[in-house]
């Protein structure tokens, strides 16, 4: 395998300094669909201020295409300090990669990935991957939360899985995507005690969901999607452990069809254990083929 460098290559277009990715480390994802490869990046080390939520800076965010056809597959998100340690406090909000800037309240379908701060890694399920061409613009958007009293200075960092096209040797299905939240402003606090929340909608197209992950923040317990026209609960995700700890999310080969119409609802759930408010976000992201 010939080993590449990451290179950034710089392009002009129209005065402004436009990404182009071009280059790909080898991976140590094995796939049946073909050779993978390694995409990184990072923003640059971000003042954070005590009390900053859902903070996203210009400066953090990074516009690109890549130099070819690509499968992403994989995507992992990982915080440093300025030595380029993990530090313990988790300053990670929420990250999206995507060909929009991606929005919480609309029926806009998008080819894109994200992470939280306990759903750092997504893996699709087998078989599928997100198809990004050379001519789709691709946006990333990290947001930091800094909870405690004082500044602090970190990066974070990406690492996406991908397949080459030209690498591909048993066909993908491509995946779409789709957020929602529970209410907009999608920041929200949540008063002592238990909370739930609701929201309806629709989704405008038949579709096969075959990953959801949450986006909480701590002490959010589970999230649920129901599908109110067929009395089926689609799927519930908690914790996998204390309050603190990683999402389960849901990730199926064989997928849920939603019939055009279906009304669905998504449920999210808090316990705050403190006297005061709590910082809350409340969402679901979605992967999902077309029939
Ligand atoms: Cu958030």
Not at 36 to 63: C, D, I, R, W, Y
Not at 163 to 179: D, E, F, M, Q, V
Request: glycine content about 6%; overall charge neutral.
């Amino acid at each position: 395998m010939k080993v590449a460098v990451l290179l950034l290559a710089v392009l002009t277009r129209a005065g402004q300094a436009a990404e182009t990715l071009t280059a790909f480390l080898p991976s140590p994802v094995t796939s049946a669909h073909g050779q993978t490869s390694q995409v990184e990046f990072a923003t640059p080390l971000m003042e954070l201020e005590s009390g900053s939520l859902a903070h996203h800076l210009p400066a953090a965010m990074k516009n690109f295409r890549f130099a070819e056809p690509v499968w992403v597959i994989g995507y992992k998100t990982t915080i440093l300090d300025a030595k380029g340690h993990t530090p313990p406090e988790n300053f990670l909000c929420h990250t999206f990669l995507a060909d929009q800037h991606v929005t919480q309240h609309s029926d806009v379908e998008l080819k894109g990935i994200y992470s939280d701060a306990f759903t750092p890694e997504v893996r699709l399920p087998d078989g599928f991957g997100i198809l990004f061409q050379p001519t789709d613009p691709v946006h990333w958007m990290p947001m930091f939360n800094n909870r405690g009293d004082a500044p602090t200075r970190v990066s974070m960092k990406v690492s996406l899985t991908v397949i080459r096209a030209k690498h591909i040797t048993k066909p993908l299905r491509p995946l779409y995507g789709s957020l929602r939240s529970v209410q907009v402003p999608h920041l929200f606090f949540v008063p002592p005690g238990h909370d739930v929340r609701t929201i309806r909608f629709q989704l405008p197209f038949a579709a096969s969901i075959h990953f959801l992950g949450t986006h909480l923040h701590p002490y959010g317990t589970s999230m649920e999607l129901t599908n109110v026209t067929r009395n089926e609960l689609i799927w519930r995700g908690r914790r996998t452990a204390g309050p603190e700890s990683p999402m389960e999310v849901f990730s199926s080969a064989t997928g849920y069809a939603v019939r055009p119409g279906d009304t669905l609802e998504m449920k999210s759930t808090y316990d705050n254990p403190s006297k005061d408010p709590i910082d809350a976000m409340a969402g679901l992201f979605f992967l999902y083929s077309r029939p």
